[in-house]
């Protein structure tokens, strides 16, 4: 059988200790055992938030906590402001929308990252806006927004700062409360190693004060029944038990190693990613990088499609593709989670080659070579410091 190398940005591969834990025998998720497992997760997620706030966790995907974030925020009526730039910040103005709040936004062309005075011009404009909406990684473009410059302009207005790190948390730096952002929220399948099926909320007290005002209609995703719940360790309906056994793991994973290590880890790969494309002559399409993923253009000799099918097929290899106006132009590769340097060497020789038997110019070894000499540079941690590659770690 052959063996098959995930590289999309979400879902991302499984550690053997998250696999295991998900096929444990499932507890009850009102006893005991289960709140006490549930404790240490919410700890663990607090050390991964960077914050002491509360952190809430929902049965959804991503998308479920940032439309829990506009319903407990905002009531119809109200002014809020969306920074744009890819596929998954336009969902913010389009879940605002959804909600019947009124929407402002500032345009980001697609692979630029935000401009921060006019996000500054913005607010000025618009006074009574309650809450801007941002996103930390823009999984559709690889770029990452300088969430800390637009925290310090948003932290002197009366607004709160909700920021989508779906994909950005665990791979790019989000200090959500030394930097006042007001809620992060998050998913269970990207850099956290798990599959989806979970999202998170950190919640600040200022985001706390304005849920209790929201007069949007809410059930499911009424965040004030979670923050009730969460006080005896809980949550207000059934919890995903699998998947929070397997949070467990995956949490002792990357606190073992440290939350800056983890990051850095991301930072290598990337860097090696990059510096491997640009060997190959390939463009980047992110003037701002993220850790998480490289996105890159399409040669113009190249069908991106076929590329892409290629690196699957023969390869087994599987990378994303662009998504809306950047289909068939761009191709994603993630190194996040439990993607290792070992492995991202396999996908760029697996882009090396296809690239060839597409009839592009390439020079077989010269990516690999140019990644190696990234890895090559890293100093080993010393022992007792961080722990070995994700692939030797145990729990």
Same mark, same amino acid.
């Given at each position: 059988?052959?063996?098959?190398?995930?590289?999309?940005?979400?879902?991302?591969? &499984?550690?053997?200790?998250?696999?295991?834990? &998900?096929?444990?025998? $499932?507890?009850?998720?009102?006893?005991?055992?289960?709140?006490?497992?549930? @404790?240490?997760?919410?700890?663990?997620?607090?050390?991964?938030?960077?914050?002491?706030?509360?952190?809430?966790?929902?049965?959804?995907?991503?998308?479920?906590?940032?439309?829990?974030?506009?319903?407990?925020?905002?009531?119809?009526?109200?002014?809020?402001?969306?920074?744009?730039?890819?596929?998954?910040?336009?969902?913010?103005?389009?879940?605002?929308?959804?909600?019947?709040?009124?929407?402002?936004?500032?345009?980001?062309?697609?692979?630029? #990252?935000?401009?921060?005075?006019?996000?500054?011009?913005?607010?000025?404009?618009?006074?009574?806006? @309650?809450?801007?909406?941002?996103?930390?990684?823009?999984?559709?473009?690889?770029?990452?927004?300088?969430?800390?410059?637009?925290? #310090? $302009?948003?932290?002197?207005?009366?607004?709160?700062?909700?920021?989508?790190? $779906?994909?950005?948390?665990?791979?790019?730096?989000?200090?959500?409360?030394?930097?006042?952002?007001?809620?992060?929220?998050?998913?269970?399948?990207?850099?956290?190693?798990?599959?989806?099926?979970?999202?998170?909320?950190?919640?600040?007290?200022?985001?706390?004060?304005?849920?209790?005002?929201?007069?949007?209609?809410?059930?499911?995703?009424?965040?004030?029944?979670?923050?009730?719940?969460?006080?005896?360790?809980?949550?207000?309906?059934?919890?995903?038990?699998?998947?929070?056994?397997?949070?467990?793991?995956?949490? @002792?994973?990357?606190?073992?190693?440290?939350?800056?290590?983890?990051?850095?880890?991301?930072?290598?790969?990337?860097?090696?990613?990059?510096?491997?494309?640009?060997?190959?002559?390939?463009? &980047?399409?992110?003037?701002?990088?993220?850790?998480?993923?490289?996105?890159?253009?399409?040669?113009?000799?190249?069908?991106?499609?076929?590329?892409?099918?290629?690196?699957?097929?023969?390869?087994?290899?599987?990378?994303?593709?662009?998504?809306?106006?950047?289909?068939?132009?761009?191709?994603?590769? #993630?190194?996040?989670?439990?993607?290792?340097?070992?492995?991202?060497?396999?996908?760029?020789?697996? &882009?090396?080659?296809?690239?060839?038997?597409?009839?592009?110019?390439?020079?077989?070894?010269?990516?690999?070579?140019?990644?190696?000499?990234?890895?090559?540079?890293?100093?080993?941690?010393?022992?007792?410091?961080?722990?070995?590659?994700?692939?030797?770690?145990?729990?």
């Amino acid at each position: 059988m052959d063996k098959r190398y995930l590289f999309t940005p979400g879902p991302t591969p &499984l550690p053997p200790q998250v696999q295991e834990a &998900l096929s444990r025998p $499932i507890i009850h998720h009102r006893t005991t055992q289960y709140r006490a497992l549930f @404790k240490r997760v919410l700890e663990g997620l607090k050390q991964v938030f960077q914050t002491t706030q509360p952190v809430l966790v929902l049965t959804s995907s991503g998308t479920g906590a940032m439309e829990a974030a506009v319903a407990n925020l905002l009531s119809p009526g109200d002014q809020a402001l969306v920074v744009l730039g890819g596929k998954f910040a336009e969902r913010w103005e389009e879940l605002c929308r959804a909600y019947g709040v009124t929407v402002a936004t500032v345009e980001v062309a697609y692979g630029d #990252a935000v401009d921060l005075p006019r996000v500054r011009a913005a607010l000025k404009a618009q006074p009574g806006t @309650k809450a801007v909406f941002a996103t930390l990684c823009e999984t559709s473009t690889g770029v990452v927004h300088d969430i800390q410059g637009l925290a #310090a $302009i948003v932290n002197g207005t009366p607004a709160v700062l909700v920021v989508d790190a $779906i994909s950005g948390l665990g791979a790019d730096e989000c200090q959500t409360e030394a930097w006042g952002v007001d809620i992060v929220v998050s998913g269970s399948q990207k850099a956290l190693m798990l599959p989806p099926g979970l999202a998170f909320l950190s919640l600040s007290e200022k985001a706390r004060h304005l849920i209790e005002q929201s007069k949007s209609p809410r059930y499911y995703f009424d965040l004030r029944r979670s923050l009730k719940a969460l006080e005896d360790d809980d949550t207000p309906f059934t919890s995903s038990v699998s998947l929070v056994v397997a949070l467990d793991e995956a949490l @002792k994973l990357i606190l073992e190693r440290g939350v800056a290590g983890v990051i850095q880890r991301c930072q290598t790969m990337s860097q090696a990613t990059r510096q491997a494309c640009q060997a190959m002559k390939l463009e &980047l399409f992110a003037k701002r990088p993220s850790n998480g993923l490289t996105a890159i253009v399409s040669p113009p000799s190249v069908d991106c499609k076929k590329l892409i099918k290629l690196l699957q097929d023969r390869h087994q290899v599987t990378v994303a593709g662009g998504q809306g106006s950047m289909a068939g132009k761009l191709f994603r590769i #993630a190194h996040m989670g439990y993607i290792a340097p070992s492995d991202l060497l396999v996908a760029l020789g697996a &882009l090396e080659l296809s690239l060839a038997e597409l009839g592009y110019p390439v020079t077989l070894g010269q990516g690999l070579g140019a990644a190696q000499t990234v890895f090559g540079s890293v100093k080993p941690a010393s022992t007792g410091a961080a722990p070995a590659p994700a692939h030797s770690v145990r729990a």
